[in-house]
């Protein structure tokens, strides 16, 4: 009886370890690419590791340069996570330079992919009929990527198992959540009214997950000054398909969809969050709140 009682106090007490805080000295290093990949590993991590990120918030993860200092944390890293699908064309080379061995997570492994249409500065980045790198928009893919960032941290820190998976799993309940607002949101707005001109193409597998049309300008390209053809082309457009609003994007130049608001009457919804979160005073400081915001800009400005 007293093997078994101390058998018993044994396995709480190996419990409540793996689930207690890290020490300082216990912390893992894990760098990732950008904000959102960020957001995702810090909910897994938890305290069991110190994340960084070497595109910030509101940075622009394709017109990245790594610098001396992001080498460095590459270098220094137990855990690199990164999209994948060409998202950091930049990143090999860092990898490489850094002269690190540190683990690579893709998170993206396993989605459903996209093609990029090759109609906007993405397409021109990523080349016509490539994976569309931003499968993040998609909520279903979400879990996704926290599964394969669970899966390599528990592959590179072993002791940290029992953290990484009781913080994955409370994570991915948050997102089942969220995918459910997300779809109530849609069906609140008309099924005609579903269809939107944004800046560029990033939202893809948001619309094929949940039904609203993401539609970039015709004939204007981010790669240099749209003529006055372009935006009667555009704005052409908007017309014909009688698209209700335009979005800017938080890392677009915002004067271009406020000419072609103005000239075609369309509304301007909002600012939609794409590649980036917000800093922590923003309205996307965590990619649960980016979601959100994006949902509610779209809904109040097409459920009418």
Not at 45 to 58: C, Q
Not at 199 to 216: D, K, L, M, N, S
């Amino acid at each position: 009886m007293r093997f078994r009682r101390f058998l018993f106090c044994g396995l709480i007490v190996f419990v409540l370890n793996g689930l207690a805080p890290a020490r300082a000295a216990d912390r893992i290093a894990v760098v990732a690419s950008f904000s959102i990949l960020g957001d995702f590993a810090k909910e897994v991590a938890g305290a069991r590791a110190d994340v960084t990120t070497l595109v910030g918030p509101n940075g622009d993860v394709h017109m990245f340069t790594p610098t001396p200092a992001d080498a460095r944390k590459v270098a220094a890293a137990k855990v690199v996570i990164v999209n994948g699908l060409g998202l950091e064309g930049w990143l090999p080379r860092l990898v490489q330079a850094s002269g690190g061995h540190a683990a690579i997570v893709v998170a993206s492994g396993g989605v459903r992919l996209h093609r990029a249409d090759g109609g906007d500065s993405h397409g021109a980045h990523h080349g016509e009929g490539s994976p569309d790198p931003h499968a993040w928009q998609s909520v279903a893919n979400a879990r996704i990527y926290v599964a394969n960032i669970r899966d390599g941290l528990i592959v590179a820190d072993p002791a940290g198992e029992a953290v990484y998976r009781a913080n994955a799993a409370a994570y991915l309940s948050k997102l089942d959540a969220l995918e459910r607002e997300v779809r109530d949101a849609v069906e609140r707005i008309p099924p005609e009214r579903r269809k939107v001109i944004s800046t560029h193409t990033a939202f893809g597998y948001f619309e094929a997950a949940y039904g609203v049309a993401f539609i970039a300008p015709q004939g204007v390209s981010t790669d240099s000054e749209p003529s006055a053809r372009d935006i009667a082309m555009t704005v052409k457009q908007i017309r014909n398909a009688k698209i209700p609003a335009i979005f800017l994007e938080n890392l677009s130049d915002e004067r271009l969809i406020r000419q072609i608001a103005a000239e075609s009457g369309a509304r301007v919804g909002g600012t939609l969050y794409s590649d980036s979160l917000s800093d922590e005073k923003g309205d996307a400081p965590t990619y649960i709140a980016m979601v959100r915001h994006n949902i509610k800009a779209l809904t109040s400005a097409l459920a009418e």
